[in-house]
């Protein structure tokens, strides 16, 4: 049966009827936000790339949490730029680094926000690389016990949740037994389990002056061509305990945000990455795009494709617009 029987157009007529029969929704509840803190006494620093993005000093870090807080948000995901690089990124396991101190400092003053820091060492080495490096290459298993020691340490400092975004092969098994050795067992992992070697995260590796010094990332970030691989990613990081697991970048990859959450019954996160971010400020400065539909647009596909939360930088803004009511 159809035409004229059937008149889709029925209900979309009023804002009201569209409410009704809306699938999908963004709520605060679905948010993380992405913080770059840094060492200093106090102010930040804007990040060209990404307006209205900074690196924050901890003060200025403590002011944005307790907004985010205040604004409904869960959570924040910690990245660290540390004082000095090296070969081996000495600062990141250091229970005196920088994000172990600025998690220390969250949970002191907003002890219910839930704190999530980034485990992955090229914030802090000198090679910019996510792994160990010797003679050109990245090492899998050396890098491995960096990566323990960093959740280590960031459980210790009072992290709620570590999340691994380095991409190489056991890092979930290897940090899983680690915490549990050091009776971290209640610490949820979510793994960045399907991270592709995407273009888009270029402004962020201006952020955390993380760029690779040789080579590229695609020795151990999988290729964007790839779907099969993804699933099989994925089933490895759960083997290996992962509790979530994400989908990285999101906008470029909404069939595979979709196909891990058909396949697995684990909660399903998505980055809205750094370039995803600057596209749409960057149009929006020009005046060819409407910032604040094509934020929502651009999330909402992404929990349509199936993502229960969502790290962007536009989630501040979007805790905003959805405590005024449902966006759509
Ligand atoms: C690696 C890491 C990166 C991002 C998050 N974790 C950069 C990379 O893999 O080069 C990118 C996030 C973004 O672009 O917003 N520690």
């Known amino acids: ?46 990040i060209q790339s990404m307006p209205g993005q900074y690196r924050l000093t901890i003060s200025a870090l403590l002011k944005e949490t307790a907004e985010a807080h205040r604004l409904g948000i869960p959570g924040v995901m910690l990245f660290g730029i540390p004082k000095r690089k090296d070969e081996v990124g000495s600062e990141g396991v250091s ?19 839930l704190v999530m820091t980034d485990v992955c060492i090229d914030e ?23 990566l323990t020691q960093m959740a280590i340490t960031h459980a ?12 190489m092969d056991g890092r979930v098994g290897a940090i899983r037994k680690g915490l549990d050795e050091n009776s971290h067992e209640a610490v949820p992992i979510l793994s ?27 020795t151990y970030q999988m290729d964007v061509a790839n779907r099969r691989e993804a699933l099989n990613e994925v089933a490895l990081d759960i083997e290996e305990g992962a509790d979530i697991v994400m989908v990285k970048p999101a906008l470029s990859f909404l069939d595979i945000i979709r196909d891990v959450k058909d396949a697995f019954e684990v909660p399903v996160a998505a980055y809205q990455v750094s370039g995803e971010y ?13 910032e604040a539909r094509a934020m929502s647009e651009s999330l909402l596909s ?13 989630a501040k803004e979007v805790a905003r617009i959805v405590g005024k009511g449902p966006i759509g």
């Open 1 to 46: 049966m159809s035409f004229p029987i059937h008149r889709p157009r029925r209900l979309r007529q009023s804002g009201a009827i569209r409410r009704l029969v809306r699938e999908t929704a963004l709520s605060a509840d679905n948010l993380i936000l992405p913080l770059f803190v840094m060492h200093g006494k106090d102010g930040k620093t804007a």
């Open 124 to 146: 802090y080495t000198s090679h910019g690389h996510c792994g160990v490096v010797k003679d050109g290459k990245i090492l899998n298993d050396e890098t491995l016990e960096v």
């Open 302 to 314: 992404i929990r349509r494709a199936g993502a229960d939360m969502i790290l962007t930088y536009f």
């Open 156 to 167: 210790e400092a009072g992290a709620d949740l570590v999340a691994p975004s380095d991409m």
């Open 278 to 290: 600057a596209m749409i400020k960057a149009a929006a400065e020009k005046g060819w795009l409407d």
């Open 192 to 218: 960045y389990a399907a991270k592709y070697a995407s273009c888009f995260y270029a402004p962020f590796r201006d952020a955390a002056e993380s760029s690779p010094q040789f080579g590229d990332r695609k």
């Open 95 to 113: 229970p005196d680094g920088i994000v172990q101190r600025a998690v220390r400092a969250i949970k002191d003053q907003c002890p219910d926000l």
